[in-house]
């Protein structure tokens, strides 16, 4: 099984909602992120977890929190979005500590923010 | 700052012509990966090439590592409809981060 799941698949909310994105591999992946992608661009990298430790944080503003509850699940948690954060949010998973770094992404969830 | 130059940002061919797309660093990479993505989907992982000199061939598509590990190519034969998307290359050092390259859209015409 090498799949990645994510829920929702779509998402609209205005800039005073709080909602959560869901991540959940079985592959038995000890990394997990979160990728910002805008249309036609490559993903852009927000968080990096590893052995269920936040090990990367590209300086993302505090208006998205991560969280991971356990080794197969991640979350995003957003609030008082504004409306350039649109864009596909993407999880990744990976076997941390091999060299080759190859990482299984989810299919995404399209977030508009009104 | 590694940086991936990925060529041609644009390519549009008829069905069955053959195209190539590169992938060009000044840094060595321990392995680099190939992703297609289509409109409002993931990337999907095509292949990750771990050896200087390595080509691998997954049907009409075939994918080369550089000697030096710091470029890589990915060459389509008689291209289909269904080749259309986004390809992305992707290099990975030590460390968790990917480079990723700025893509490569293709069309391919009927």
């Known amino acids: 099984d090498t799949e990645v799941t994510q829920t929702p698949k779509h998402l609209v909310m205005g800039m005073t909602n709080k909602k959560s994105l869901k991540c959940e591999q079985h592959?038995?992946?000890?990394?997990m992120y979160w990728y910002k992608q805008k249309a036609k661009k490559p993903p852009e990298l927000m968080f990096v977890?590893?052995?269920?430790?936040?090990?990367i944080n590209e300086s993302v503003p505090s208006r998205f929190s991560p969280e991971c509850p356990n080794s197969s699940l991640l979350n995003l948690h957003l609030h008082a979005l504004q409306p350039e954060d649109s864009a596909l949010y993407l999880c990744?998973?990976?076997?941390?500590?091999?060299?080759?770094?190859?990482?299984?992404f989810g299919p995404g969830t399209r977030l508009t923010v009104l | 700052t590694q940086l991936l130059e990925q060529s041609p940002q644009f390519l549009s061919i008829q069905e069955g012509e053959n195209l190539t797309v590169y992938c060009n660093s000044s840094?060595?990479?321990?392995?680099l990966q190939w992703y297609r993505q289509e409109p409002g989907e993931g990337p999907v992982l095509l292949v990750t090439?771990?050896?200087?000199?390595e080509v691998k061939k997954l049907k009409r598509l075939t994918f080369q590592f550089g000697d030096a590990r710091k470029d890589s190519s990915l060459h389509i034969t008689a291209a289909q409809p269904g080749d259309t998307g986004l390809y992305l290359c992707?290099?990975?050092?030590?460390?968790?981060?990917?480079?990723f390259g700025e893509g490569t859209q293709l069309t391919v015409n009927p």
């Open positions: 977890y590893s052995y269920e430790k936040l090990s």
């Open positions: 592959m038995g992946h000890r990394a």
């Open positions: 840094s060595v990479f321990s392995s």
């Open positions: 990744a998973s990976s076997q941390p500590g091999r060299y080759y770094n190859e990482q299984f």
């Open positions: 992707a290099g990975a050092t030590s460390g968790s981060r990917l480079t």
């Open positions: 090439v771990v050896t200087g000199g």
